[in-house]
């Protein structure tokens, strides 16, 4: 539960279940029993189909407190955590500007960092992309899966710009 309201999985416009609780309070799963297996009857849906909903309201997309800026800023630098032993895994990036536009700004390739069942741990990695066409301001940042495995969690991101230490004097 979120607040009050029961967490649910969602494909387009259909309830795919309610999600259960894990233990941990933070994280959620939705069982595979008959009447979800049902709902999934017409095959399973895209990964780009799915949401995850509190009260109505989706709770797996979450946009910045307010726009951020990114004028002069070379790529779009994200810190991004894939499942550990993944490969592969691709993602389209796109920005959506203050006005609403979207800018797709490309995709990314990323592979999850090697794991054992005693050592498993999610670890963020950076990944850039160019802010070519990109709006001067941007209110969220959307990543698409483009593989089945297309899970991740999106930590930060931020505008990134080359830059070189300052030159010290007497130092040639």
């Known amino acids: 539960?979120?607040?009050?309201?029961?967490?649910?999985?969602?494909?387009?416009?259909?309830?795919?279940?309610?999600?259960?609780?894990?233990?941990?309070?933070?994280?959620?799963?939705?069982?595979?029993?008959?009447?979800?297996?049902?709902?999934?009857s017409r095959g399973p849906p895209r990964t780009e189909e799915l949401s995850v909903r509190a009260g109505g309201v989706r709770i797996d997309q979450i946009p910045p407190p307010r726009p951020v800026g990114v004028a002069g800023a070379r790529d779009l630098a994200l810190s991004v955590i894939v499942p550990p032993n993944s490969t592969g895994t691709r993602f389209g990036v796109t920005v959506v500007g203050t006005d609403g536009r979207r800018s797709a700004l490309g995709e990314i390739r990323i592979d999850g960092l090697p794991g054992t069942d005693q050592t498993t741990s999610h670890w963020a990695q950076e990944v850039r992309v160019p802010l070519h066409r990109a709006p001067a301001r941007v209110a969220a940042v959307e990543l698409t899966p483009r593989t089945a495995s297309g899970r991740a969690w999106l930590l930060d991101a931020w505008g990134w710009r080359p830059v070189l230490p300052a030159r010290r004097s007497g130092v040639s």
């Open 1 to 40: 539960m979120t607040g009050r309201a029961a967490v649910e999985f969602w494909s387009r416009d259909r309830p795919l279940g309610r999600a259960r609780p894990h233990p941990d309070g933070r994280t959620f799963s939705l069982g595979l029993d008959g009447s979800v297996s049902a709902r999934l």
